[in-house]
């Protein structure tokens, strides 16, 4: 029988009370008495499981699914990974390793972060590997949320920014992004979300669902209004690379005192095709929400996989000019999408592709 009352004060003396009905103590009729095990963790009840992800669970017992499922490429995981990983296996590279991340893949991250996205770090240490950019995502709002704490978050969103958000006890407050904008934020509107309980502003761009891209501009007003408001910066950049017409991504933490706060979070299920794969990164510079993350790293993962560890070293030691092809196919099938909807469905389904411009079109 599930208890669904108010959690107790002290666990252990109710422990123990469940303990002595469980070994009959107590009463004549404690043998004959139900255990009742208070509900814990009742707030997960609220967190919303991906719609996407059930209907992938589907899939899988289709013979021949025409997917339309999820933003998994067609594309398959580099050479470089795959070598990598093969010899990784061959040398029996199956054991358990340091919690945040081989160094050497922490070096050639932290290098990428310095040289790709402009940022200040300072050591690899400032770095963990994560079992995707989901587990990423997870582990930094556990470590930055005490529960109720406001997160405010684009609507739409992709769904389990949503949900890790509900999973850390912390609450939504969703900011439209505007089509008329391409899909970008009306920065005052953002800004008069924030209330004293606003933790973070998490940000996702390139954007998924929308393609939005927030523009040098967007990144400069957020980046003040997070100083001037004292608060956190979650930046999703999976979608990095995925960048068309000549426009720019601009990581957050690359401006001026924004790396201090800002927590940035990447994926090589996105850039290198490696989506079962799962391996996410993450940096953060404060010491003090460094260490919580690894703690939830280590409670939720121990260590990421090790193989998938030294596929990612492949990846970055070898050439790098399959972002280029990828990004390029991407670019044709989206012409090509909307090419075929301009054509066979105008007046029904609208919209145009954007680049990232400083002023908005
Ligand atoms: C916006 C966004 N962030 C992060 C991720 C994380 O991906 P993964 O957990 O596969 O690394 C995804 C995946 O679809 C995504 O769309």
Known sequence: MVHDGALPRDLHALAARSLSVSLGFGSPNAARRCITIPAMGQFLDNV????IIRIRDMMYSVADPF?????????????????????????????????TGVPRLLELLAEKMRRQNGMPIGSPDELMVTTGGIHALYIVCQALLEPGDEVILPDPAWPPAVSNVLAAQGAVVTCPLHERLGWRYDLDELES??????????????????????????????????????????????????????????????????YERTIPVYTFSKSHAMTGLRLGYVAAKDPKVRERMKKVLFL????????????????????????????????????????????????????????????PS
């Open 193 to 258: 979300k924030i209330t004293p309980r606003t933790r973070a502003i998490y940000v996702n761009s390139p954007h998924n669902p929308t393609g939005g891209v927030l523009t040098r501009a967007d990144v400069e007003r957020i980046a003040e209004i997070v100083r001037e408001r004292n608060l956190w910066l979650i930046s999703d950049e999976a979608y990095e690379d995925v960048i068309f017409d000549g426009g720019e991504h601009v990581s957050p933490a690359s401006l001026p005192g924004m």
């Open 48 to 51: 919303p499981f991906s719609g």
């Open 300 to 359: 939720s993962a121990s260590n990421v996989a090790s193989v998938v560890q030294f596929g990612a070293i492949g990846a970055l030691e070898g050439s790098q000019e399959f972002t280029a092809t990828f990004r390029e196919e991407l670019r044709a099938r989206r012409d090509l999408f909307y090419d075929g909807i301009g054509r066979q469905a105008a007046g029904v389904l609208s919209g145009t592709p954007r680049a990232a411009r400083s002023t």
């Open 67 to 99: 997917r339309l499922d999820q933003g998994d490429v067609s594309f398959d995981a580099p050479d470089t990974v795959k070598s990598a990983m093969r010899r990784a296996i061959d040398e029996n590279r199956t054991h358990y390793l340091q919690t």
